[in-house]
């Protein structure tokens, strides 16, 4: 037989089994895609309160961040959440920079709050508990965020113009703490300011 027929032979018979075992071997795992907080949809709240009446909203202006996620797992990790101090917003001037001064964010001395969790995975279709790490006032301590990865996609009314853009994931988390855990208790012993910090974030991730 000749040499170019034999190996059109062999072809023919390999063709099916190598099909076959990329079949059986299943499509080819994701790498984790890191994500980058879109700054333009992004909110951290947090929700003090005072003497008693009611609670006093509030916000940081300045914030940025990034993590890894993996879909096809659902685990997320590497997340970094840095917030600029001097950004916190109450709707009140003179509030706010009571509230940069020293008896409470302290921003010449501490410009950033960094929020850091390692890894978290889901407890439930789309929910996820992340045990991380709060920096703030030169302290670090556990703050556990309650989170719902809310979807994954792209944004409708660019897709048509926008080949190739992005995909945007969108979380909601909540969580806790006692500021006097960083040290931070002016007049917490009078109850005029609360010392529990509700914590409201919500944003929108973009893949890079």
């Known amino acids: ?18 099909l076959a075992s990329a079949l059986l071997a299943g499509p080819a795992t994701a790498e984790p895609q890191r994500y980058v907080l879109d700054p333009t949809h992004l909110s951290v709240g947090f929700l003090v309160d005072h003497l008693g009446y009611a609670k006093t909203l509030g916000m940081f202006r300045e914030v940025e961040g990034e993590f890894q996620f993996d879909e096809d797992t659902g685990v997320m990790t590497d997340l970094e959440v840095r917030i600029d101090t001097a950004s916190v917003f109450t709707n009140h001037d003179g509030r706010d920079e009571h509230l940069r001064g020293g008896d409470f964010l302290d921003v010449k001395r501490h410009p950033q709050m960094i929020y850091r969790a390692a890894r978290a995975e889901p407890t439930a279709d789309r929910r996820y508990r992340i045990e991380g790490e709060l920096e703030l006032l030169g302290e670090r301590r556990p703050v556990v965020l309650e989170a719902t990865w809310n979807k994954s996609g792209g944004y409708p009314f660019v897709i048509a113009l926008f080949e190739g853009m992005p995909k945007v ?22 109850g005029w300011v609360g010392d529990d910090v509700e914590l409201i974030i919500e944003f929108e991730a973009r893949g890079q």
Do not use: C, E, N, W
Not at 2 to 16: I, K, V
Not at 173 to 182: E, H, I, K, V
């Open 169 to 190: 994931m969108g979380i909601s988390a909540r969580g806790s703490f006692q500021r006097s855990d960083f040290g931070m208790d002016y007049v917490v012993d009078k």
């Open 1 to 18: 037989m000749p040499h170019t027929s034999r190996q059109a032979l062999t072809a023919r018979l390999l063709t099916p089994l190598l």
